[in-house]
């Protein structure tokens, strides 16, 4: 039998009318980033995306390549 997840729900962005970008809390352990499609054949998460367990070094590595990613914005804008 499949392990069932516990997700949370923290946000999304829609980014086309078929697809959007949603990020959950998955088990209190993870974040998740995954694209999600609406068509009228599929409805629901993709491949693309990506995990990140909460308590280690990558997520507050990627955390700061966020940043990085921001300033540069704010630069270009």
Sequence with gaps: MPK?????????????????????????????F??????EKYTGPTKRGIRFYLFDSNFEE???LIEK???VYEDLA
């Design 4 to 32: 069932e997840f516990k997700y949370t729900d923290i946000g999304s962005i829609e980014l086309s009318d078929t697809s959007e970008l949603k990020v959950k809390i998955v088990d209190d352990e993870y974040v998740d």
């Design 69 to 71: 990613v921001k300033k």
């Design 62 to 64: 990627f955390c700061k």
């Design 34 to 39: 995954r694209i999600w499609m609406k068509t």
